[in-house]
């Protein structure tokens, strides 16, 4: 019921991307690839990932040239894995 209501609330993109890492926390995925993941175009992928990092739920390192990005492991997402599970 209340996945239902997150729905209702926010985007379903965002939601798509979010429970990616959630469901992998550990993994590192290059924006390519959550695009692919999540079947969302990379330019609204990449936009999406910009605020995520923003809001400090995603992180993103450097390896070489490419960015790789992952869950961050903090109270926020913490919090939110509770709400989503």
């Given amino acids: ?11 379903d993109k965002i ?5 990616l890492f959630m469901t992998h926390p550990n993994e590192l995925y290059h924006i390519n690839k959550v695009a692919e993941e999540t079947v969302i175009p990379v330019s609204t992928t990449f936009r999406i990932m910009k605020k995520l990092v923003k809001l400090g739920i995603i992180q993103y390192r450097t390896i070489s040239k490419f960015k790789v990005y992952h869950l961050a492991n903090n109270d926020k997402t913490k919090k939110l894995k509770k709400i989503i599970g």
């Fill in 15 to 19: 939601l798509k991307i979010i429970q």
């Fill in 1 to 11: 019921m209340l996945m239902s209501l997150l729905k209702g609330i926010i985007d």
